[in-house]
């Protein structure tokens, strides 16, 4: 079956495609996988490689790039599902690449329905590096992850168990928030606000100051680029307009 599978999968022009049993993959700050999934037994991990659009200083392409990767990967996704579904019968679900996640107070939206970074190291498709995501042996940093939830019974692929990382420590310099500069954890505030200027935190920001202003303010306000740039961002989804930590990354490039 997992043969089967990952022919498929890389017919559709997927780069890599690894398998993980549910019991593998442990992810203490996610969903459980059963919440998702009742009677889930593994996951297929696919894995796209990010476009050198990554590494423009135009953020406009940068972002293109990684909207063709996500536009992609969910055509992949959901194709890889109904085919397991067709061909092997049981449930599947696919797992969102960025968004939708849960919005709460708890989780300040930081928290995905499944960790794509768990899942490919489940499924042996790479290690965490100094910057917190994941490397994949061929692919470097510049790799995008999402999964196919299934009720079939797969063993997970082998582990990688190498450090692929090489310290170097290019992602940490190259972070324009300092976000990395604690090994480990990277700093969410800080990333945010670089990452994803005209995100939620910038959102909130402009309502607040919405509010309180004179009506001759809130016309100036709206009529401001500074709002058309909030605007853009919330129809493109998450708009990222920082790709360092993967751009900066020696391996694969
Ligand atoms: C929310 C989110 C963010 C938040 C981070 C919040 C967080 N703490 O995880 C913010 C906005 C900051 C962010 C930034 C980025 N993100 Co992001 N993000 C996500 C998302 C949607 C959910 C992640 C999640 O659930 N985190 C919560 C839990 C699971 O994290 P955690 O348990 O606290 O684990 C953290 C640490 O403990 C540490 N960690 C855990 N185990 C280990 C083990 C070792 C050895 C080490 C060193 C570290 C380590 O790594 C985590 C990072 O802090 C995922 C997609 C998904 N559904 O997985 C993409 C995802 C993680 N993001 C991705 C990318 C590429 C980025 C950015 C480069 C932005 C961009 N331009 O795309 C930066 C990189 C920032 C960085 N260097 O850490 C990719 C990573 C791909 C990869 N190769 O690993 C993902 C997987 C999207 C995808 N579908 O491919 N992201």
Not at 54 to 64: G, H, L, T
Not at 67 to 76: A, K, P, T
Not at 88 to 110: H, N, R
Request: with cysteine; charged share 20%.
């Amino acid at each position: 079956m997992k043969e089967e599978i990952r022919e498929f999968v890389l017919d559709q022009g997927a780069d890599v495609v690894g398998f993980a049993a549910s019991t593998d993959y442990e992810s203490p700050l996610s969903p459980k996988l059963e919440s998702i999934l009742p009677g889930v037994k593994s996951m297929v991990v696919i894995g796209y490689r990010e476009l050198t659009t990554c590494e423009s200083e135009n953020k406009q392409i940068a972002m293109n790039g990684r909207l063709d990767v996500m536009e992609f990967s969910r055509s992949v996704n959901y194709k890889t599902a109904r085919h397991i579904e067709n061909k092997f019968g049981g449930k599947t679900m696919t797992a969102p690449i960025s968004y939708p996640m849960t919005m709460s107070l708890e989780t300040k939206g930081s928290v995905g329905e499944v960790s794509l970074r768990h899942a490919a190291v489940a499924a042996g498709l790479g290690v965490f590096g100094r910057h917190n995501i994941v490397i994949h042996p061929e692919l470097g940093t510049r790799v995008l992850f999402t999964a196919v939830l299934t009720q079939l019974d797969l063993q997970s692929d082998e582990k990688i168990t190498d450090a692929l990382c090489l310290d170097c420590d290019l992602c940490v310099e190259s972070c324009p928030g300092n976000a990395l500069d604690v090994a480990g954890k990277t700093h969410l505030g800080k990333c945010l606000s670089n990452n994803q200027p005209y995100g939620i935190g910038g959102a909130i920001k402009f309502g607040m100051e919405m509010i309180n202003a004179e009506p001759q303010r809130k016309k100036e306000m709206l009529l401001d680029p500074h709002f058309w740039k909030l605007y853009q961002a919330g129809f493109i989804g998450f708009e990222y307009h920082c790709f360092n930590c993967q751009a900066s990354c020696p391996i694969g490039q």
